[in-house]
C-alpha cells in the first residue's frame, strides 16, 4: 500500500503527508505513555542501610527476574516516556547474574528510555564496565552518601568503601573512553551526618566522576523508622532550605 501511495502522489505531497502522518502518530504515543515504569530484577540488596524505605526483617531470600519475564517486560517501553524506565528502583540490580546480559537484550532504540541505580558495592570486573558502557543507555544513579570510609560504611551498612571507590573509578576511566557510555547520576540520601559534606561530595562527583546531575534525597517515611531515629538523623525544614540555596 505504501508504495502505491508513494507512485501516485506527486514525491512533495507525499513527503509532507508522511510528515503529517508521523507528527500524529507521536502526537498520540505521547499522550497514551505512562509517566513511568518501575521493574525490579532481583528482590534483594546486599546492604542494610538503616535509612531505606525497605523492611528487611520482612524481606527474606532473592527472586530473580527469569528472561521470559525480561521478555514481557520490555514489550511495555514503547508506552513509557523518554529515560523513565527503571530497571531497578527498589533493590540491587549487581546481584542478578544475568544483569548485563539482560540489558544487552533490550531493543537498541529503546534503550534511551531505560537507566537503574546500584550501590556499585559488588565487586564488579573491568570488562562487565565495558559491556555496560557500550549500551547507550539513559544514565545510571549510583548512590554515594559520604567519601569519608567510616562514614560511608555506617550509613551504607555492609558495604567497603575502598571496593565502592575501586569500582567507581575504574568505571568512570572505562566509561569516560565511550561514547556510547551512559551518563552518570548520583544520589546522596541526606541525614545528620553527612550534612555538612554535602557540597563537598556533589562538587567532588562534578570534578572527578562524570557526574551530570546529584540528587539529593529526602527518608521517605517507613513504619520501622522509629521517632527516636528520626530525630536522631534527619534534618531540618531550614537545613534543606539552605542546601536549595546552595
Not at 518501575?38 to 538503616?50: E, G, M
Not at 528502583?89 to 537507566?115: M, T
Not at 567497603?160 to 572505562?174: A, P, W, Y
Request: proline share 6%.
Amino acid at each position: 500500500m505504501k508504495r502505491i501511495i508513494k507512485k501516485i502522489l506527486p514525491p512533495a505531497l507525499y513527503a509532507r503527508l508522511r510528515k503529517s502522518a508521523c507528527e500524529i502518530i507521536d502526537t498520540y504515543e505521547k499522550k497514551n505513555r505512562y509517566s513511568f515504569i518501575a521493574v525490579d530484577i532481583t528482590s534483594n540488596c546486599n546492604l542494610r542501610c538503616p535509612f531505606c524505605l525497605n523492611d528487611f526483617s520482612q524481606i527474606h531470600g532473592n527472586t530473580l527476574m527469569t528472561e521470559e519475564n525480561l521478555e514481557k517486560a520490555a514489550k511495555l517501553l514503547p508506552l513509557v516516556c523518554a529515560d523513565n524506565f527503571f530497571i531497578s528502583c527498589l533493590f540491587e540490580p549487581f546481584l542478578h547474574p544475568d544483569f548485563v546480559p539482560f540489558l544487552e537484550k533490550i531493543p537498541w532504540k529503546y534503550r534511551k528510555r531505560v537507566f537503574f541505580t546500584t550501590n556499585l558495592t559488588i565487586p564488579i570486573s573491568d570488562e562487565t564496565f565495558k559491556r555496560l558502557s557500550r549500551l547507550n543507555l539513559s544514565h545510571i544513579n549510583i548512590s554515594l552518601d559520604s567519601f569519608q570510609p567510616g562514614l560511608y560504611e555506617k550509613l551504607r551498612k555492609g558495604a567497603k568503601f575502598q571496593r565502592f571507590k575501586d569500582n567507581l573509578e575504574r568505571m568512570v576511566g572505562i566509561f569516560s573512553r565511550e561514547s556510547q557510555a551512559a551518563p552518570l547520576r548520583y544520589i546522596t540520601v541526606v541525614l545528620k551526618e553527612n550534612y555538612p559534606e554535602i557540597p563537598s561530595i556533589i562538587e567532588t562527583c562534578r570534578r572527578d566522576y562524570l557526574s551530570t546531575g546529584h540528587e539529593l534525597r529526602y527518608v521517605q517515611p517507613a513504619a520501622h523508622h522509629s521517632l527516636e531515629w528520626k530525630q536522631e538523623n534527619l534534618i531540618s525544614n531550614r537545613q534543606w532550605e539552605e542546601l536549595e540555596e546552595f
